[in-house]
């Protein structure tokens, strides 16, 4: 398992990197997002222009951030960009979204109610008295077991379920959801399934892999002190740490997505109902 999770990193990094192509598309489409981010925090409303930019700022980046990874997975790396299937499959990657958030919304809620029955004990401080010496560290167990499960829930379990979502929204039918028995048996199988191919122990050790790739290696970079003398000098390392944080965090999340949906394509059972966004296109495109 572990040799089959490098392999797949090493194949789709290969692959990413021998097409510039691909990889300047992505990268004009993060930096677009990244610009669209930053003048939604920088705009400030204080007149009607700057409230009509801080909306539009709104609608535009949840919009670019589904075309970002809709081109991630739709593209393959050897031809060109439909940019209509694109489209058509950005708006399914934000609808697959939709239940991931409200499962993480409730997951939280109760988390939050939980965890009220388990108040932390105050600390009774009188300015009458002298301190008291110090005493050993005592930690409040439920409030570590509780960020803890916040901690997995946010950063582990959501978003590998919310990637099987993505990798799965081409092949999504209402068809699939009826809502007679069998139908309710099937949808319930089918979120089993769902769940245990998300968290199955290779899809962990790859999205492990794949934060080292997003979070670890850019932390390290942007962090690390340098002694460096010089006003222009600091100026030049600080530009040249942010590109390649911005190269890292791109390719590591576009290898991660890739490598993951590529591990649950292999992994996948055939159903007797599959089209993707692309075949959809080509016979809407032959039926004109």
């Not at 021998?18 to 930096?31: E, P, V």
């Not at 092949?171 to 069998?182: E, G, V």
Request: aromatic share 10%.
């Amino acid at each position: 398992m572990i040799k089959s999770s490098f392999g797949l990193i090493k194949e789709q990094t290969l692959e990413l990197l021998t097409n510039w192509k691909a990889l300047a598309i992505f990268a004009g489409l993060y930096a677009l997002l990244l610009a669209t981010l930053y003048g939604f925090v920088a705009t400030r409303e204080a007149t009607i222009v700057q409230v009509v930019l801080t909306l539009s700022f709104i609608a535009a980046a949840p919009a670019l951030f589904f075309i970002l990874q809709a081109v991630i997975l739709e593209q393959p790396l050897t031809s060109g960009i439909r940019w209509y299937a694109v489209l058509v499959r950005s708006c399914r990657l934000a609808l697959a979204t939709l239940p991931v958030l409200l499962i993480g919304w409730l997951s939280w809620w109760a988390l939050n109610h939980w965890q009220a029955h388990y108040p932390v004990p105050p600390v009774i401080v009188n300015a009458f008295q002298p301190p008291p010496a110090p005493q050993p560290l005592h930690l409040h167990w439920p409030t570590v077991i509780f960020e803890s499960l916040r901690g997995a829930l946010l950063i582990i379990v959501l978003p590998l379920i919310q990637i099987r979502l993505w990798s799965r929204a081409t092949d999504f039918k209402l068809s699939h959801l009826s809502l007679s028995k069998s139908g309710l048996g099937v949808l319930a199988r089918q979120i089993g399934n769902l769940l245990a191919r998300a968290l199955m122990p290779q899809s962990v050790l790859v999205y492990a892999l794949g934060l080292v790739l997003v979070v670890l290696i850019p932390y390290a970079v942007l962090f690390t002190h340098l002694p460096i003398n010089g006003a222009w000098r600091e100026l030049s390392v600080f530009v040249t740490r942010l590109v390649l944080v911005f190269l890292c965090t791109l390719t590591g999340w576009t290898i991660t997505l890739r490598s993951l949906t590529r591990l649950h394509q292999s992994n996948a059972t055939p159903e007797p109902v599959t089209e993707t966004v692309s075949e959809e296109i080509e016979r809407a495109d032959e039926s004109r």
